[in-house]
């Protein structure tokens, strides 16, 4: 497998105290099966679609409990210069970069208007085996209140083309590697509908091959559902929230509806 260019959403993972009760959870949602844990990582434990890994729970860390969040990693060459990048665009590093074993380099970062996220230095791991098939990563958008703060860091720090959406009624931004024809990271102004105490965060988007079946399963076992199901022309989708507090919205790309929005460049 090739690695993923710099700046490409290239893996998921995220926390949660109760370990069985997530593989439940995802199991029966996005029919996704876990592989050992890996007791000298945290008790790391890769999900996998189709034998593929598409994303990785864990155990929080001592004194991490608390709401569980998905976390998005970006492929870099260099987390060490990207992580520095960070810091010279006025985001935050979390977490200086780690090298995990033969697997690669991790770091975790926030940006200036609080979305948290990961940075990924490829080794043994190149990160998602399987994407935009059910199952699978599909997408992921950055939620925030400072649109333009969030927008300049991330072409401050990744070599992004921006693209901003045409349309009076919504503040959405695309950014897109090597040309317009590549978009890879969405970005939405969270507006009134969010409670004030709701900070930045990043949308992970989960491809199904039917949203509202998996809206239901979600729901019968223990999910809120925050809006949808709706079809756009993107897709059908609909935002969760699962069991243990982590935000998630699972999407059906090949049920689509209108046509799509013009964009003009940013």
Known sequence: ??????????????????????????????????????????DYTQAYSDGKAVAAIVPPMPGAEGQSAWCLYFAS?????TTEKVKAAGGQVLMEPMQVGAFG?????????????????????????????????????VF????????AFLSEVF??????????HVDFMVFSLGGKDNPVLGRMRMGEEFPPEVPSYINVYFATDDCDAAV???????????FGPMTSP??????????????????????????MPPMADA
Do not use: N
């Not at 060459?77 to 210069?81: G, L, M, N, Q, R």
């Not at 993107?234 to 046509?259: K, N």
């Open 1 to 42: 497998m090739t690695e993923f260019p710099e700046g490409t959403p290239c893996w998921a993972d995220a926390m949660f105290s109760d370990l069985e009760g997530a593989k439940s959870f995802y199991g029966e949602v996005l029919g996704w099966t876990f592989g050992e844990s890996a007791s000298e990582y945290g």
């Open 77 to 81: 060459p260099d987390a060490a210069a």
């Open 105 to 141: 380099t991790m770091a975790l970062a926030r940006e200036p208007s609080g979305a948290a996220f990961g940075v990924w230095q490829p080794g043994g791991h190149k990160g998602f085996e399987k994407r935009g098939e059910p199952g699978a990563y599909a997408w992921a958008e």
């Open 144 to 151: 925030t209140r400072d649109p333009g703060t969030a927008d």
């Open 159 to 168: 070599p992004y083309q921006a693209q901003k959406m045409a349309d009076e």
């Open 216 to 226: 239901k399963r979600a729901v019968d076992h223990g999910a809120i559902l925050r």
């Open 234 to 259: 993107f897709g059908r989708f609909a935002a969760l929230t699962d069991p243990q507090g982590a935000h998630f919205t699972v999407i059906d790309m090949s049920t689509t509806e209108g046509g």
